[in-house]
């Protein structure tokens, strides 16, 4: 190979890692703006969304009219997702489109797949709640962390409490519904399982799940803590404190699951 041909030959990697460089950029930015997004959704668009709700309450009880706040409250969550999901899917159409033509290509495997990993998550979820969560919360009641009373107070997670609450009721569960088996696993996928590893981006996946389950766990379980920070720590420190205790040790089997949709 002559001189001329290597300079031609390393013009042509420069402009290949050049390329590449700018589309990682280009990438992490794609996903920053997407958690950016997801937070504003799932916060802002949520809040606004209840206040309209608290007016329209008011109003219907000032008019004489019977209204079921659980069902709005479920109407309310169900288009925050919608909202959220709309806002997210431009950002990953080619991804997305690219998974449904692997689907296509072989949806038998893909399926079989999917059935695999969900017998695992029901069998890792069910000794987790049944063997594991019990354990830590025995042992943190044992080391008088946590009193028999906050336990029985606080069963679950406020995430999980929520949706169970929603779910004891007749309208309320179909409304959610939608929200819980396909609009919200699929912006979590998005979010948690695509955004974040575009931006950790490690080449050691390991590091990708880790981060990304750590996150998926934290944010099931931020609302519990924002609650015992604001509502609790003024008032009652020390319940405040075996609250997020709790909340920490719920937010375990979050990260579980996490590791393993990742």
Known sequence: ???????????????SLRASEVDSGFSRLKSALTIFLYYFC?????????????????????????????????????????????????????????????FIKSPIKTILIVFILYLGFLVINNIYYEVIEPLFVNIANKLNLISEETINLKQTSDNQASIEKYYAHDVAKWILLPSVVLIGPLTEEIVFRKAIFRIVNSKKNIVNIIIASITFALIHTVSGILNALLLQLPTNPDLAFEFILLELIYSIGYLMAGVLLS
Request: charge should be negative; aromatic fraction near 6%.
């Open 1 to 15: 190979m002559n001189t001329q041909e290597l300079r031609v030959d390393n013009f042509k990697q420069n402009i």
């Open 42 to 102: 799932t916060l802002f668009v949520n809040l606004i969304l209840s206040i309209i709700i608290v007016v329209v309450v008011e109003i219907c009880r000032a008019l004489g009219l019977s209204i079921d706040q659980e069902v709005v409250e479920a109407l309310s969550m169900t288009l925050t997702y919608i909202v959220t999901i709309l806002c997210l899917i431009p950002l990953f159409i080619k991804v997305i489109a690219s998974d449904i033509k692997k």
